[in-house]
């Protein structure tokens, strides 16, 4: 992938991004908004309308100028490609923040080229925020749009663990064992905070949270702040230390160190 390839992909996420913000934000603290639950088995899993407009609105886009690449989103799940490349795309990651009108939902875009994201997308359009990072060849770079500004962002340095503010969106997520490795690393640690979805991600990327634990995530929930966080010169792994950018447990830190040592402990809960 040339870097002209890389910049005009990364235009068209940001493109993706515009088309579902303006899918969902109409949707965005209506009272009018109706709620579907995706689980029959007593839990709660909500959809809503602005989570299907806008990722057709983002597959429409691509169906249209990248019929080749796959597609791997939420709602309507995996189309295969031919071109080695796919979008995975989660048109509203934190719908029960979106339910409760809390802007802390974001629409993730990255793309994969088969061995790496190289591009990553947090976007929370209420607020106008868009987070994006780029991994090129040996040249990553990371930066924030907000009101027409663009700022360079980078993850911020952290001595030690135990100066760490660390964010995780519930407890629910994990598992017994997995909840007592969380809890092991909350013990070390100077602040912690529930609630955030994606955004607890872009704020590691842009150097305000220094680490966030997470379980029980699909490729679509992590695979965009994972690449956001590695282009803005963080680490992102699962809890033995491999590649999590199709799901399952994550630890992300924006400081090599921090990493380490979370990693330490959570390896034991893996």
């Not at 899918?23 to 603290?29: K, Q």
Request: aromatic fraction near 8%; hydrophobic fraction near 40%.
């Amino acid at each position: 992938m040339t870097p002209s390839d890389l910049t005009a992909l990364t235009d068209l996420a940001c493109r993706l991004a515009d088309a579902a913000g303006a899918a969902c934000l109409p949707h965005f603290r209506s009272r009018a908004l109706s709620t579907d639950n995706k689980k029959n088995d007593g839990a709660f899993d909500p959809v809503t309308i602005a989570d299907h407009e806008a990722e057709a609105a983002i597959r429409a886009i691509l169906t249209a100028e990248r019929p080749d690449d796959g597609v791997f989103g939420e709602e309507e799940g995996l189309t295969e490609g031919t071109s080695g490349l796919t979008w995975v795309v989660d048109p509203i990651d934190g719908t029960r923040a979106f339910i409760s009108g809390l802007p802390v939902w974001g629409t993730l875009i990255a793309l994969d080229d088969g061995q790496t994201g190289r591009i990553g997308i947090v976007d929370q359009p209420h607020i106008g925020e868009r987070f994006v990072g780029v991994k090129a060849d040996g040249a990553p770079r990371a930066w924030l749009t907000f009101r027409g500004g663009t700022q360079s962002i980078g993850t911020r340095a952290c001595a030690s663990l135990a100066e760490a503010t660390l964010f995780t969106t519930s407890p629910d997520i994990f598992d017994g064992r997995e909840w007592e490795g969380y809890r092991a690393v909350e013990s070390h640690v100077r602040l912690a905070r529930y609630g955030t979805d994606c955004y607890a991600y872009a704020l590691v990327a842009a150097g305000y949270v220094d680490l966030v634990i997470e379980s029980s995530l699909n490729a679509y929930d992590i695979a965009a702040p994972a690449a956001l966080i590695q282009a803005a010169g963080g680490v992102v792994t699962d809890w033995k230390g491999g590649d999590c950018r199709w799901g399952g447990q994550a630890v992300a830190a924006g400081d090599p160190a921090v990493h380490a040592e979370a990693l330490e402990i959570l390896k034991g809960f893996a």
